[in-house]
């Protein structure tokens, strides 16, 4: 077998000249941002962004000190300190030229379940002026029927039971505030990262109403000495597989444990209000701006909401990656009228040529034929999705008499996708926090199709709305009779 290296600091100056590799000294560099949920994602997004901000600009001040916290994480923790932080990030363009770079940006790493009082501890401290997350939709606990905090989550009861061993992230906030009150410290800027609207705003929500319940006398502080951006952050960042971690060996020499697989394309859009001075991230692309909105909507209602009908009717027909589904015409077409007859109409904050420009790109991102985003994850956890990507479309739509027929198609088979088996007779799993009732409701909507969009959780009311639902019920109806690509074709064709 051909020489390689195990990724860690000793072997960095070993790696071949094919590899990237930090032109800095990363013993020198000091930690100002903490991050909770060093996910695939944000190794492929933010830590790559303050990885080119150090290695171009030599801003040494902006290390990142990353946290996990769930019992889950233990296994990128151990990779991470086995390799002392350092991951390849593995890069696909749609050529066939694929790079391998190391990113050195998170320099020290803590895990919340092992030593809960050490991450509080740096939260706290000064040096630490940003604290970040990706956390996911559950990570902001909110309630699935109002969309507000859950006030009664367990986790929230267990965390005033286990003040200094806490579930919550809001948790390991308020007692780092706690501390940096009673040590009369600055505060620092609350940097949400997730792919949820209003990220910022969510977050800061969150937190106050966490705060109230536990610890109202700290709210004044919080109010005085922190802030909360919102963000937009984008790059397709598909599951790393075991074909990866051995391409990467042959290729580049790297015995890597958890690479991180991308796309060459990235965005990241940042409002503009931090509490102390922010890292210069301009500088290698980043945009800021007064009003996220715009930004947020192009992203949720045109790539995500791409993503989720390829994802459910791809999965219906057999297909596996988003490649596949999007290589074939009749989806692609079908999408393309999607969006440009129902959600274009909705994008009335930003300009048409930026709308255009933003759904060519998408276009040929998905059809980047080495990132093997499969469709199975991009159906996880769909019911936080959905209302996140599709429904703001729909009632756009209906509010203005137009046009939802695609979008009630495309609800339609979720709720078939919910059956659990494709058009050849293959089953797949469904993962999803709410799969016990999508898969129930489901099976109910055979007999009385209906059921399944009047799960309130997800569609609030919209079964009421007798547009939305005639055109729902005549899809679904369809789709039980026929395979979803007939029908798709007869939609094309209509
Ligand atoms: C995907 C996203 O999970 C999904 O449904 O649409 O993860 C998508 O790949 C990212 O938001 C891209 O930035």
Redesign the pocket.
Known sequence: MAKFFYLNAENLSSLPANVAVPSYNRDLIKTSILHIGVSN?HRSHQAYYIHELIDKYKELNHGICGVDLLDSDRKIYNILKDQDGLYTLYTKESNGAHKAKVIGSVVEYFYGPENPLAVIEKMASPEIKIISFTIAEDGYLLNEITGAFDINHPAVSDDVKNPFNPKTVFGYLTQSFKLRKARNLPGCTLLSCD?IKSNGDTMKQSLFDYVSKTAPELLDWITKNTSFPNTM?????PITNSNDISMLKDDFAISDQWPVVCEPFSQWVIEDKFVHARPNLEKVGVQFTKDIGPYENL?LRL??AS??IL?ILGTLHGYKTVYEAASDNDFMFFLKSFLDDEVTPTLTDSNNERITEYKNSLVSRFLNPHIN?QLF??C?ESSA?IPL?ILPTVKHQLLNDQNIKRAAFVIAAWAKYNDGVDDNENSYNILDTMSGTLIRTAALSIQNPIKFIEIKAIFGDLSQNETFASSYIEALMQLRANDVKSCIKKMILN
């Open positions: 994602f792919n952050v984008d790059r397709i960042t992203k790539l995500n993503h989720s994802g985003d994850r991009i996880q999705k990507f």
